[in-house]
């Protein structure tokens, strides 16, 4: 059981962000054990096919440690967002002697492995030779992917955000994860995982930086906290939606719809039965967000889309013009 413990200016400094080598990171695992992971199986199945020849065995064992796993390998962001690239800097960027102190300490009380000695020996050269095989890997499998993971991992911060406001971090914490909960000032995580505490026991007391909040679709379903200096206190959780990720293509829009807007536009209007993004709609639709905002715009041109701002997000929905015509398209067909 962990406990992190929060006093006024903690509770100010609360912030979410989303990472792309924690995701990277936590789907490699997914990809050695799919039994474990069997809510992301038609990705695994696409995925292990376009990595075959990949040697994976560093990442493996960057995270195979009972008690703690090097957190350099996925540098927490210090923004809501940065892209792969950049946080693949920051990992480069980390100073050779933290990186012997890490591997050795996930390894202390075990053997290193072979594949780890590089690492110690000369963590430099180990690093650059890490984010090459890291960069192909995204480049193979996630990269085309990245915009629908975003899109939901978006969607999460936007929820938890609307319960923060609405109900401050009693509701944030509320159904972050069944392990996690809120009394009187401290969270408590009572599961087994991943962590800067050895053995996932330990009390945190957080100073000025705050908490970090990361929603992961591939870390599903465990909560994992990064805890050790000289990393942001951090907790990443599954996020809310992961079973609908790899969900078949977006239903089709009936032949009368289509047939008066265009097939691409009334796609987009009959997934807009609830607010999304952009980004949601490219992933949902398989297109880029470029071409769903031109769709957009001519569906807000003709009266049948709606949109809001809403803190950092361009939510769109139907207008009732918008739902009327899907409607009675659907009366049609």
Not at 53 to 64: R, T, V
Request: glycine content about 8%; proline content about 7%; charged content about 20%.
């Amino acid at each position: 059981m962990a406990r992190i413990l929060f006093d006024t200016e903690a509770l100010t400094r609360v912030r979410f962000a989303i990472s792309p080598t924690i995701e990277m990171v936590a789907s490699v695992r997914a990809l050695q054990d799919p039994g474990r992971w069997a809510i992301h199986m038609p990705w695994i199945a696409r995925a292990r096919g376009e990595v075959a020849d990949l040697d994976l065995s560093a990442l493996h064992a960057l995270q195979g440690s009972g008690s703690y796993n090097p957190d350099f390998i996925h540098p927490l962001p210090t923004g809501p967002l940065a892209s792969f690239e950049e946080e693949l800097a920051t990992m480069l960027a980390t100073p050779e002697q933290q990186v012997r102190t890490e591997v050795l300490g996930a390894y202390e009380d075990a053997p290193l492995p072979a594949v780890l000695e590089p690492f110690v020996e000369d963590p430099g050269q180990a690093l650059a030779d890490l984010a090459q095989l890291m960069r192909t890997y995204w480049g193979r499998v996630l990269a085309p992917e990245w915009e629908r993971v975003r899109a939901l991992l978006e969607h999460d911060i936007l929820y938890r955000a609307r319960q923060m406001a609405d109900g401050g971090v009693h509701a944030l914490f509320a159904d972050l994860d069944p392990t996690v909960s809120w009394r009187d000032g401290v969270l408590t995580v009572t599961k087994s995982a991943d962590s800067g505490c050895k053995m996932w026991d330990c009390e945190l007391a957080l100073d000025e930086r705050g908490l970090l909040l990361v929603p992961s679709a591939f870390a599903w379903p465990k909560v994992l906290m990064v805890a050790a200096e000289p990393w942001q206190p951090t907790l990443i959780y599954p996020a809310r939606g992961v079973g609908m990720l790899w969900d078949g293509e977006a239903t089709a829009p009936p032949d009368a719809l289509a047939k008066l807007l265009g097939r691409g536009r009334a796609a987009v209007l009959l997934a807009l039965e609830s607010p999304r993004s952009t980004l949601e709609l490219a992933g949902l639709l398989g297109v880029t967000s470029g071409g769903i905002s031109q769709q957009l715009s001519v569906l807000a041109g003709a009266g049948l889309v709606s949109r809001k701002r809403v803190s950092r997000n361009v939510l769109y929905l139907r207008t009732t013009d918008g739902d009327a015509l899907v409607q009675a398209a659907g009366e049609a067909a």
